[in-house]
C-alpha cells in the first residue's frame, strides 16, 4: 500500500464551524506533513510531525491545529476560519530515518478542497 | 528569497524529449536536488532527486552540473500525461518538508 488518503475530497464550512480533515498512511513513514496550496500557487508548508512529535510548525495561525494520534494518522482541526484559508489542504508522508540519508521521497494525498464561507 | 528559478512555462511535443532546467546558484553542500510535478487537481508526485551525479530512473534523468548550480530534468519521451506543473527544490529533505518554488508549466502539445 503506497497511497496516503485523505478525507473529505470537498468541505465547505462557516467561520464559526468548528471541522476537521484526516490524513492516512500505512507504509510504516514516521514523518507527516501539511502543506496548504491556494488556486494557482505552489504548495506551503504548515506543519511537520516527525515520529509523531511535532517538529516543524512554520507560524501558522492558531485557529488550524494538528494533531498526531498515531504513526498512521494526522488530523488537522480548524476553529474560526476565515475566507482567505479557503485552499487545498495537502497531507504527505516519507521515511524518517534518524541519522541516515536525508533524500525521503515525501507521498502526497489528493488533497482536500476547503471552501470557508 | 527564491532558492530556485524555473522558467515559468514551456511547450514541447509529444514523443520528443522535455528538457526543464532549473538554477539553483545558492544551494549548499549537504542539500540534495529535488523534483517534483503536480498534475491537475493532484497531489505533487516525486520524480527523481540527486546529490551531485546524474541519476535516472523510470520516469526521468536528471544532470546536475559540476558546481551543482543548475540542473536539468530530461522526461526523455514526452506524452500528453506528463502535461504538469514541474517544481525543482533543494533541500536537506528527510523531515524538512519541502519549499515548492513557482515551478515551470510543461505543456506536452500532440
Known amino acids: 500500500d503506497t497511497e496516503v488518503t485523505q478525507t473529505p475530497k470537498h468541505l465547505v464550512m462557516g467561520m464559526t464551524n468548528k471541522k476537521s480533515l484526516k490524513c492516512e498512511q500505512h507504509?510504516?513513514?514516521?514523518?507527516m506533513y501539511w502543506y496548504k496550496q491556494k488556486a494557482k500557487k505552489p504548495p506551503e508548508l504548515m506543519f511537520v510531525?516527525?515520529?509523531?512529535?511535532?517538529?516543524i510548525n512554520e507560524s501558522v495561525p492558531s485557529r488550524f491545529s494538528p494533531e498526531c494520534p498515531n504513526s498512521s494518522l494526522l488530523n488537522l482541526h480548524l476553529h474560526a476560519l476565515q475566507p482567505e484559508d479557503s485552499a487545498l489542504y495537502l497531507c504527505?508522508?516519507?521515511?524518517?530515518?534518524?541519522?541516515?540519508?536525508?533524500?525521503?521521497?515525501?507521498?502526497f494525498g489528493p488533497g482536500t478542497r476547503l471552501t470557508v464561507l | 528569497d527564491a532558492k530556485t528559478t524555473q522558467p515559468p512555462s514551456m511547450d514541447c511535443a509529444e514523443g520528443r524529449a522535455a528538457n526543464l532546467p532549473c538554477n539553483h546558484s545558492?544551494?549548499?553542500?549537504?542539500?540534495?536536488v529535488y523534483w517534483y510535478r503536480q498534475i491537475h487537481s493532484q497531489g505533487p508526485q516525486y520524480i527523481i532527486h540527486?546529490?551531485?551525479n546524474n541519476e535516472t530512473n523510470e520516469m526521468a534523468s536528471l544532470i546536475i552540473t559540476e558546481d551543482r548550480k543548475s540542473s536539468t530534468l530530461i522526461l526523455p519521451h514526452a506524452t500528453l500525461r506528463d502535461t504538469a506543473v514541474y517544481y525543482c527544490?533543494?533541500?536537506?529533505?528527510?523531515?524538512?518538508?519541502?519549499?515548492f518554488g513557482k515551478g515551470t508549466h510543461l505543456i506536452i502539445q500532440p
Open positions: 504527505a508522508s516519507s521515511q524518517r530515518t534518524s541519522g541516515g540519508l536525508p533524500y525521503n521521497e515525501q507521498f
Open positions: 507504509m510504516g513513514h514516521r514523518a
Open positions: 510531525y516527525s515520529y509523531e512529535k511535532l517538529s
Open positions: 545558492t544551494i549548499s553542500g549537504n542539500e540534495y
Open positions: 540527486g546529490l551531485k
Open positions: 527544490i533543494v533541500g536537506r529533505g528527510g523531515a524538512d518538508g519541502l519549499t
